[in-house]
């Protein structure tokens, strides 16, 4: 079969799909495709075969059996159609959504740890590298002017030296 | 007459109504006579417990319609049979239903009429399990665009694609055997 843009169009005329006037108007593009009066055919065709084919009846008194099973049982407690209700769609997505959410706990714990761990690498940094001597001299230290001096050198020392 | 019994009445009368045409759609859709009716009576049960949140939004068919293809649906996936069903399906009883010419029919046109009812059947069991409700829905229970999106839940672009890829898939599998 060739091809033609407005092959779809083709198939809502065959199901009885288009409104008067856009009948019309694909009728006059049909005129002259004959892709789409080829496809038409075929549809009708198909849609007649399975039409005719495959139409099967249920066992003898089944209906009768489904009024009988469902007389028998109990009515629904309120609340129990919950589940029923949600649908086998959404149903489907339930424990993905699950596993969703923990995944994202375990994410959120996973950060909250490096920021923890960076925080203790910066207070090793601190510990590691605080000039702790001069701090002691001037804890040590008897008189407040030479502690403030040593607490000063220390506190210089550590962030690198002050500008001159 | 008492609530209940209202409601049970009304059961009845869908039942009655609608009982051989959802078993029919259920049955072209998995393709085999038993599974059909144990898909239909789940879903017509179904039904009946819901039947008191029915708000009437949809009319009664097309809910009826909704229950029964979600429980194909899920029949077919709990089940995997999808397998099975692309195997021949012998010893499989179709049931014509009123298509008989009756006592005087040629045996001859009867013996085609089987082979092209199972070929039809198999070329239809070939496609993927989500084209099949559309195929099904349209060209054996003569739905609306409108109604097949409705209860499949899919929009009316969808209804038509699906539709579109179903019947090629038919097209072609149908030439395959006949060439």
């Given at each position: 079969m060739g091809h033609c843009k407005k092959i779809k169009l083709a198939q809502r005329y065959a199901d009885g799909e288009m409104a008067a006037r856009e009948r019309a108007v694909f009728e006059s593009h049909a005129a002259v495709c004959g892709v789409c009066r080829a496809y038409l055919k075929e549809v009708e065709s198909l849609k007649s075969a399975i039409g005719r084919e495959q139409a099967a009846n249920p066992p003898y008194l089944f209906e009768e059996k489904i009024i009988r099973l469902a007389g028998e049982m109990k009515p629904p407690r309120p609340g129990e159609l919950f589940w029923e209700n949600v649908g086998s769609v959404s149903r489907r997505y339930i424990p993905a959504t699950a596993l969703a959410c923990l995944l994202m706990f375990f994410v959120a714990f996973a950060a909250l740890r490096t920021d923890d761990s960076a925080a203790t690498v910066a207070r090793a940094d601190i510990y590691y590298n605080f000039p702790f001597e001069n701090h002691e001299k001037a804890l040590l230290a008897s008189d407040s002017e030479s502690a403030a001096e040593n607490l000063y050198t220390s506190l210089t020392d550590y962030s690198g030296g002050t500008d001159e | 007459m008492t609530q209940p019994e209202q409601n049970d009445s009304d059961y009845a009368s869908i039942v009655r109504e609608h009982g051989a045409k959802i078993y029919n759609a259920v049955y072209c859709v998995l393709g085999n006579a038993t599974d059909a009716e144990d898909v239909t009576q789940e879903a017509f049960l179904k039904a009946f417990r819901a039947l008191q949140g029915f708000k009437g939004e949809a009319s009664v068919a097309t809910w009826l319609y909704r229950i029964a293809m979600n429980a194909a649906n899920d029949h077919l996936r709990k089940n995997k049979r999808y397998a099975r069903m692309r195997e021949p399906l012998e010893g499989v009883e179709l049931k014509l239903a009123d298509q008989s010419d009756g006592p005087f029919e040629n045996p001859e046109s009867a013996f085609f009429k089987k082979e092209r009812t199972e070929t039809i059947k198999k070329a239809l069991a070939k496609l993927p399990a989500k084209f099949r409700p559309v195929i099904v829905l349209k060209?054996?229970?003569?739905?609306s665009y409108k109604e097949i999106g409705s209860i499949l839940g899919i929009s009316i672009g969808t209804v038509e694609s699906r539709l579109f890829r179903a019947r090629e898939m038919l097209r072609k599998e149908l030439t395959r055997v006949s060439n």
């Open positions: - | 060209d054996i229970e003569g739905l």
